[in-house]
């Protein structure tokens, strides 16, 4: 993968994004949520930085992120998928390039 250069290496300042944890601060009142959302915020704030795709089995942080997106409007720009609800969608979705427009395919 990386000869091919399909994996982005980045350092953590280069995706880590202030302004979203002040909002997420902000705007989520639920301790929990808040909690779990930190906890995964690396992965949004890497999504943003590159394809704006993250592909994880964790369907708590899909569910808040669809939750808050309107509080949090940088969460309505990432595709979220779960590789294990629909895996041969998933899959070839992942072979033709998996542009972000085309997720919504993958729960039909």
Same mark, same amino acid.
């Given at each position: 993968?990386?000869?091919?250069?399909? @994996?982005?290496?980045?350092?953590?300042?280069?995706? =880590?994004?202030? !302004? %979203?944890?002040?909002?997420?601060?902000? &705007?989520?009142?639920?301790?929990?949520?808040?909690?779990?959302? %930190?906890?995964?915020?690396?992965?949004?704030?890497?999504?943003?930085?590159?394809?704006?795709? &993250?592909?994880?089995?964790?369907?708590?942080?899909?569910? %808040?992120?669809?939750?808050?997106?309107?509080?949090?409007?940088?969460?309505?720009?990432?595709?979220? @998928?779960?590789?294990?609800?629909?895996?041969?969608? &998933? @899959?070839?979705? %992942?072979?033709? !390039?998996?542009?972000? !427009? =085309?997720?919504?395919?993958?729960?039909?």
């Amino acid at each position: 993968m990386r000869g091919q250069k399909k @994996i982005n290496d980045l350092e953590s300042t280069e995706t =880590e994004n202030k !302004g %979203l944890r002040d909002k997420i601060e902000e &705007v989520v009142r639920n301790e929990g949520h808040k909690k779990k959302i %930190l906890k995964d915020i690396h992965l949004i704030e890497a999504a943003l930085a590159t394809n704006q795709i &993250v592909i994880s089995r964790d369907d708590t942080m899909a569910d %808040l992120r669809k939750k808050y997106q309107d509080q949090i409007p940088e969460f309505k720009k990432i595709v979220w @998928i779960n590789p294990t609800k629909n895996p041969e969608k &998933v @899959i070839e979705w %992942l072979k033709t !390039g998996a542009k972000p !427009g =085309e997720a919504s395919k993958l729960t039909d």
